[in-house]
């Protein structure tokens, strides 16, 4: 049982670049999100998705896209990268809202745009 | 919006006393409070959290209180160690609501002194 686990761990992209960010989990969830974390800003809600085949936005969707295809996999993609998307990218997941929601946080993806 | 804000954001303590995070939130109808604590290059993993239908929770040497009318809510750690180094999120959300969102605060960096 993995957890839930992101790929790449880092990454370094040129301004106007374009990439994707992969999330899985194997527990089941039915709720996964992004998020972004900034020092001193904590975790800040991209975007997140309640089932499979749905996404809403979050706090912070603006440069950003998602997808759920799969139950297991929610995807988060920058389509034209900006040096403002320097940042640690966090992956979670969560059975649901109403079994009080404790989100399992994937590792972590340290992207850079220069 | 919604928002949750939380002080201090550094605390350091002698080992051995005890450390307090305090957190405010906006939103009435959050119901649900997590505790996350993320060590030095790690992800975040919930340690405690507390539902609104009551005022206190404990487990072992951290205690959650919340008070609804005041909206906000507390950790409290006792007996530090130097295990209990590293950034603590508070967080609130409404269990109920179809949207699911949680809203973090920004963080406080604990650190505990020999």
Redesign the interface.
């Given at each position: 049982n993995a957890g839930v686990t992101q790929t790449p761990k880092f990454r370094v992209l040129k301004t106007g670049q374009s990439m994707t960010l992969l999330c899985a989990q194997d527990m089941n969830h039915e709720?996964m999100?992004w998020?972004r974390q900034d020092p001193?800003?904590?975790?800040?809600?991209i975007h997140?998705s309640?089932g499979e085949g749905t996404t809403?936005k979050?706090?912070v969707p603006d440069g950003y896209n998602v997808s759920r295809l799969k139950k297991q996999n929610f995807l988060l993609g920058l389509e034209s990268a900006a040096p403002s998307q320097t940042s640690v990218y966090?992956c979670a997941s969560s059975y649901?809202?109403?079994g009080?929601?404790?989100?399992f946080?994937?590792?972590?993806t340290r992207l850079t745009v220069l | 919006g919604e928002n949750v804000e939380?002080h201090p954001?550094t605390l350091s303590v002698q080992e051995g006393d005890s450390a307090v995070i305090k957190c405010t939130y906006s939103d009435s109808a959050s119901n649900?409070f997590?505790w996350?604590k993320q060590e030095l290059g790690?992800?975040?993993?919930?340690i405690i959290?507390i539902?609104s239908n009551v005022g206190e929770k404990k487990d072992q040497r951290i205690a959650v209180t919340l008070n609804k009318t005041a909206k906000h809510f507390s950790l409290h750690i006792t007996e530090t160690q130097p295990e209990d180094s590293a950034v603590y999120?508070c967080a609130a959300?409404?269990?109920?609501?179809?949207?699911?969102?949680?809203?973090?605060?920004?963080?406080t960096r604990l650190s505990i002194r020999p």
């Open positions: 709720y999100y998020y001193g800003m904590g975790l800040r809600l997140y309640v809403a979050g706090e966090f649901s809202a109403q009080g929601n404790e989100q946080f994937g590792p972590g | 939380q954001s649900y997590p996350y790690k992800r975040p993993q919930l959290d539902r999120f959300s409404n269990l109920y609501s179809s949207a699911s969102k949680i809203i973090f605060g920004s963080g």
